[in-house]
C-alpha cells in the first residue's frame, strides 16, 4: 500500500493520495451516494466562467446509481477549471480521519474538494485525487492531507476540523485542455485504523543511505542545512538521491561553496528540490509524470531514450525501501529553476486580489470579482500571523456579505474589507 501523510516540517504538497482496495466498518460515514434521483438534486456546478474563462462542466445521474462529472476543459481567457460540489448541509465527520472515494477516471488528476460549514464557497480544502483510465478505483485519503488553497497556492492553517465539513466536491484544473470524465459511485468516511508510525532509529532514509554508502555529501550536505533529523523521523518520503558522483559533477569549489553557514537558504532549498512528501514507487511516479517537492517546484519524471529521467538527471536504482519512505538514485544533482515560491504574504495576497478583481467588475464580470475578493477575505482570516482583531474584523465582512442579495454590493462589501486591510498592513510598516 502507497500512503501519504502531512509533515509539517515543510508544509508540502502531498504528491498523491493512497491507492488500494478496503472494507468499510459499521463506523464509517455515508457522505456521498447516488441510488435515488433526489440525490442528484444536492449537487451544483461551478467552472471559470465566473473569472472569465469559457470552461464546460456538469454532472448527471446515471442509470447505475452513479454520479458522472464531465465537460470540456478550455484555458482560453485566463480559464482553465470545472468543478461540481454538495450544496452546503450538515454531514458532521466527526471521528472519521479519513475518505473512501470509489469512482473511475479517464487518466486525469483531479481535486477532491472540502469546505467547512463557515467557509466561503471560493476556497476550499484540496487533495489530489489521481486516476487510472477505465478503472474503477477505491482512492483513501487522510483527512491531514487536505489544504486549504487560494490561486492555486497552499495557505498557512490548521487541518479541517471534521465535525466542520458541510460538503464535498470534485475539480479538473490540471492545465490540459479537452475533454474529460469521472464517474462517482460513492463517498465515505473512516477512522483508519493503520496509521504510519513513527520511525526513528529504524532503517530510516538516513539510516538506510549510511549504510549503502556511496552518499557521503549528500548526508554531510542535509546535516548542514539541518535537515537529517527530519529525513530520519516520521515521514513518509520520497529522496531523489544524487550519489557522491553526481555531487563530484559540479563545477569545483560548489559544494564547500554550499556547505558554508551563509549560504544555508541556498541549500536548503536545493536538498528539498530533491525530497517529495510521501512514499512513491517509481512506477507510480512514472503514472504521475511529474511530483511537487517540497522546494516548491515540480520535478518532472519520465522515460526517455531509454531510461528513465528525474529532471536532467538519469535514474540508477529505484525503489530502495526504508521505513520512513522510499530513495530513488540519481546520477546528477538536480537545481531548482527558481527560488522557492511559498504561501502568499497578506500584502501580496490582497495586491493579486486587487489586480484580478478589478478587471473583471470593469468588465461587468461582478460575480468573478465578488468571488476573487470573497476568497482573499477567507485566505486573510486563516494567516495566524494577523492579530486576531484583524482577522474578526474580515470574519465580520464577510458574514455581511453572504447575506446580501446584490453580488455588486457584495462586492463593494468585501472590497471596503480588503482596503483597510491593505491600510493597516502599511501603517505596520
Not at 472540502?114 to 486516476?131: E, F, G, I, N, V
Not at 508510525?197 to 530510516?204: M, Q
Not at 486580489?353 to 478587471?359: D, L, S, T, W, Y
Request: glycine share 8%; net charge neutral.
Amino acid at each position: 500500500m502507497i500512503s501519504y501523510i502531512k509533515n509539517s516540517s515543510f508544509n508540502a504538497l502531498i504528491f498523491a493520495a493512497v491507492l488500494t482496495q478496503t472494507s468499510l466498518s459499521a463506523a464509517d460515514k455515508n457522505v456521498a451516494s447516488f441510488e435515488d434521483e433526489a440525490s442528484a438534486k444536492a449537487w451544483t456546478s461551478v467552472n471559470d466562467g465566473v473569472m472569465g474563462g469559457i470552461s464546460k462542466g456538469g454532472f448527471t445521474r446515471s442509470d447505475k446509481a452513479t454520479l458522472i462529472f464531465s465537460g470540456e476543459l478550455s484555458l482560453e481567457n485566463n480559464g482553465g477549471f470545472a468543478s461540481i460540489r454538495m450544496k452546503p448541509t450538515e454531514l458532521d465527520l466527526y471521528g472519521t480521519n479519513t475518505l473512501v472515494i470509489k469512482a473511475k477516471g479517464d487518466g486525469r488528476t483531479y481535486w477532491i474538494d472540502l469546505r467547512a460549514k463557515d467557509q466561503m464557497s471560493a476556497s476550499s480544502y484540496r487533495a489530489y485525487l489521481p486516476t487510472t483510465a477505465g478503472e474503477w478505483k477505491e482512492v483513501r485519503v487522510p483527512l491531514a492531507d487536505f489544504k486549504l488553497q487560494a490561486f492555486g497556492r497552499d495557505l498557512p492553517l490548521k487541518p479541517i476540523d471534521p465535525s466542520s465539513v458541510a460538503s464535498l466536491g470534485f475539480t479538473i484544473a490540471d492545465k490540459k485542455a479537452g475533454a474529460f470524465e469521472l464517474e462517482i459511485a460513492s463517498v465515505k468516511a473512516t477512522a483508519d485504523e493503520t496509521p504510519v508510525a513513527a520511525a526513528k532509529g529504524a532503517d530510516t532514509i538516513v539510516d538506510v543511505a549510511q549504510a549503502a554508502g556511496g552518499f557521503k555529501t549528500l548526508l554531510a550536505a542535509a546535516s548542514a542545512a539541518e535537515l537529517a533529523s527530519v529525513l530520519a523521523g516520521e515521514g513518509p518520503f520520497t529522496v531523489f538521491a544524487p550519489t557522491d558522483e553526481a555531487f563530484a559533477k559540479l563545477p569545483d569549489g560548489t559544494v564547500n561553496t554550499l556547505l558554508k553557514p551563509e549560504n544555508r537558504t541556498q541549500l536548503v532549498d536545493i536538498l528539498k528540490y530533491h525530497v517529495v512528501a510521501g512514499k512513491v514507487s517509481l512506477a507510480k511516479a512514472l503514472e504521475l509524470g511529474q511530483g511537487p517537492t517540497l522546494q516548491g517546484s515540480k520535478v518532472q519524471i519520465r522515460f526517455e531514450d531509454g531510461r528513465v529521467k528525474i529532471g536532467a538527471a538519469s535514474l540508477i536504482k529505484a525503489d530502495i525501501a526504508a521505513s520512513n519512505g522510499v530513495i530513488h538514485v540519481i546520477d546528477q544533482v538536480l537545481i531548482p529553476a527558481q527560488a522557492v515560491v511559498g504561501p502568499l504574504n497578506p500584502s501580496a495576497l490582497i495586491e493579486l486580489a486587487i489586480k484580478r478583481g478589478v478587471p473583471l467588475f470593469n468588465s461587468g464580470e461582478v460575480a468573478g470579482c465578488a468571488a476573487v475578493y470573497e476568497l482573499t477575505c477567507e485566505s486573510l482570516r486563516s494567516m495566524a500571523s494577523l492579530p486576531e482583531g484583524f482577522r474578526k474584523e474580515l470574519a465580520v465582512a464577510l458574514k455581511e456579505a453572504n447575506a446580501e442579495e446584490s453580488v455588486r454590493q457584495r462586492a463593494w462589501i468585501l472590497r471596503g474589507a480588503i482596503d483597510k486591510a491593505w491600510a493597516s498592513l502599511n501603517e505596520e510598516k
